[in-house]
């Protein structure tokens, strides 16, 4: 099931990508995190579940930089839905970090010959324990396998939290009154939304903690949380088609109006700000 629903939220995401996000911004972050979100789902069956040397092989670590851009477009893509803008600042640039350290750790496996791939694939297909134990990259050497395969969940549980506390504080603001009528639905979409994406994070991060630092084998075996992460990962994927407009932001009210809504309010009450 795991494989369907990733290759599926890929081509999606690259269908979105190709034909709508020329004229959003917005579709772009929820593309490119919905691509991210599904590539990691996929990385995970092939390591764990597909015993195919071969693609093992070729996804072991080549795309897993990757991974580490889910929480940043995820935190984007709520960002500029809330506020209707979406460009993006010199600060926003720190949020690639975390990919980059990885990324330049992970080159000197990435350009390995690939028969040392092949060889180091056997060995994950024979036993997936292997992945804890073998270096991958120095982080690996610095901080040990566990804390890094545990550093990508825990980054998007970060930005998932985020990302609901600047919802939070938006619909505190009560900023909703001055958005489209016909977008109103989006608040409700929004708390579904995180929801599954908080629940589908910390299943995750769960997982990969039991796995690694209790020896469990709850990755390797279908139980209640893989159920869970499923049923959360099939809800992400079919929502763009149920919301299609939730890909294009909360259009507000022309400044000019909202200012003018806030005189006569208090006028009315007497009592000016």
């Not at 092989?57 to 930089?65: G, M, S």
């Not at 803008?85 to 350290?101: Q, T, V, W, Y």
């Not at 930005?159 to 009560?174: C, D, P, Q, V």
């Amino acid at each position: 099931m795991f494989p369907i629903l990733s290759v599926t939220g890929i081509f999606i995401s690259l269908f979105l990508l190709v034909f709508k996000s020329r004229e959003y911004r917005t579709i772009a972050y929820f593309s490119f995190y919905f691509l991210f979100l599904n590539l990691y789902a996929l990385l995970h069956y092939v390591l764990l579940h597909s015993k195919s040397v071969f693609f093992v092989a070729i996804f072991c670590t080549n795309f897993t930089f990757l991974t580490y851009l889910i929480g940043p477009m995820l935190y984007w893509y709520i960002r500029s839905v809330l506020t209707d803008k979406s460009s993006l600042g010199k600060g926003d640039l720190l949020h690639l970090l975390p990919m980059a350290i990885y990324l330049l750790a992970a080159i000197p496996y990435i350009i390995t010959p690939w028969s040392h791939k092949i060889q180091i694939a056997n060995e994950i297909v024979n036993d997936p324990g292997f992945l804890g134990t073998y270096y991958f990259t120095v982080l690996s050497e610095m901080f040990t396998p566990t804390i890094v395969y545990l550093s990508r969940p825990f980054l998007v549980l970060v930005y998932t939290i985020w990302s609901i506390g600047l919802f939070i504080r938006y619909l505190m603001n009560k900023e909703d009154d001055y958005v489209f009528s016909g977008q109103h639905f989006m608040t409700k979409w929004l708390t579904i939304f995180l929801g599954f994406q908080f629940v589908l994070a910390t299943c995750s991060f769960i997982a990969i903690f039991e796995t690694f630092i209790q020896s469990s084998d709850v990755l390797l075996t279908l139980n209640w949380l893989q159920f869970v992460s499923i049923t959360c990962l099939a809800a992400l994927i079919v929502s763009p088609f149920f919301f299609h407009s939730v890909l294009y932001g909360l259009p507000r009210l022309p400044e000019s109006i909202t200012k003018r809504h806030t005189e006569v309010e208090e006028m009315v009450s007497g009592y000016p700000e």
